[in-house]
């Protein structure tokens, strides 16, 4: 079953939600704004539970949270100073974290209103973004596929070719609670296939050193609270996780990470070919934020960012997340959920 609604009217523009449910009676949503992911929808005793944060109004994540459930580009994370070398010529993108660019800067792909259309179990969003319009050289044709399969499994792919040599590197900014009542995460358990985490500067720009996860409250390689590393970290500022996980070497039969509520029996994998993961904790969430079922705090969600770890810019040890001219590149993140 599949359905495009009319949402809302924002800047004059139509924002259209679209829905897809399988045969099982699991559903995904997302809005053409930012090609956000709405919801995640389980059928449970009680009804209908979305396991994914969202807000009522475009306004209210315009207001208090741009990058909740958003698609994330044309890179994720942070690129420092707003500037990168390619082919030795040097960039500089704009400015919107102090003198650093975020999650593609202020004019990325969740702030866009994306063409959307369903075709069969697909919901497709399609965008040309111009240097005009980001910063960033080439002009780039992206399509963002969200795929909901009948052993629910939700696909979201990232496809884009450029007309110039650029950067492409991007995510799902999808906060995460599988909470059915009015809890935090913390009592949700998370595995993570990662040994370390990249080493950050104070505006969390990596060094191109790496830490160890063993022996610290950043290791999740056997399932744990969530809470058990919060209680770990109330030392540090953040008081909470926003780090890069370099994952293990791939393996397609392994999930890269996992989320568990062992007391509703609900569980979501996540697999990728990407190499990192960016772990939030949503930790100086609080009550400005206008949650549908959730009251806004300290990790009230969990986001699990998968791409190419961001330093891959300056070191290609880290990866390559460049595009030349006129070749595609393709990413896919899959989701598996257990109910």
């Known amino acids: 079953m599949s359905k495009k609604e009319v949402f809302s009217e924002f800047n004059g523009e139509t924002i259209y939600k679209l829905s897809l449910t399988n045969q099982n009676n699991m559903s995904i949503s997302c809005l053409s704004y930012g090609a956000n992911w709405y919801e995640l929808l389980v059928p449970t005793k009680n009804g209908k539970q979305n396991l994914l944060l969202n807000f009522p109004t475009i306004e209210d994540y315009v207001r208090t949270n741009e990058y909740l459930n958003m698609s994330i580009g044309r890179t994720a994370s942070r690129i ?99 909470n059915a009542d009015d809890r935090n995460v913390n009592n949700l358990n998370l595995y993570v296939r990662s040994a370390e985490h990249l080493e950050l500067d104070h505006e969390k720009i990596p060094t191109g050193k790496t830490v160890k996860n063993s022996g610290t409250p950043y290791d999740f390689r056997h399932l744990k609270p969530i809470g058990q590393a919060i209680e770990g970290l109330q030392d540090i500022p953040e008081k909470g996780i926003d780090d890069v996980y370099i994952l293990d070497d791939h393996d397609d039969s392994l999930p890269d990470a996992i989320l568990e509520n062992p007391e509703q029996k609900i569980s979501v994998e996540f697999y990728t070919e990407r190499n990192a993961i960016v772990l939030f904790t949503s930790n100086a969430f609080g009550e400005d934020q206008p949650f549908i079922n959730k ?11 998968a791409q190419t770890a961001p330093n891959a810019i300056f070191d290609s040890r880290f990866g390559d997340f460049t595009i030349d001219k006129g070749q595609p590149r393709h990413y896919q993140t899959k989701y598996r959920v257990i109910f």
Do not use: C, M
């Open 80 to 178: 420092g100073k707003g500037e990168f070398v390619l082919d030795q010529q040097t960039y500089h993108v704009d400015h919107n974290e102090g003198g650093n660019t975020l999650h593609g800067g202020p004019h990325g792909f969740n702030r866009l209103n994306w063409e959307s259309r369903i075709q069969g179990n697909q919901i497709i969003f399609d965008r040309r973004i111009t240097p005009a319009d980001d910063s960033f050289p080439g002009t780039l044709d992206v399509t963002i596929t969200y795929t909901l399969t009948n052993d629910n499994q939700v696909l979201i792919d990232y496809k884009a070719k450029s007309d110039a040599l650029t950067v492409f590197n991007p995510t799902s900014h999808a906060y995460w609670n599988l």
């Open 295 to 305: 009251t806004g705090q300290p990790q009230v969600g969990v986001a699990l960012e």
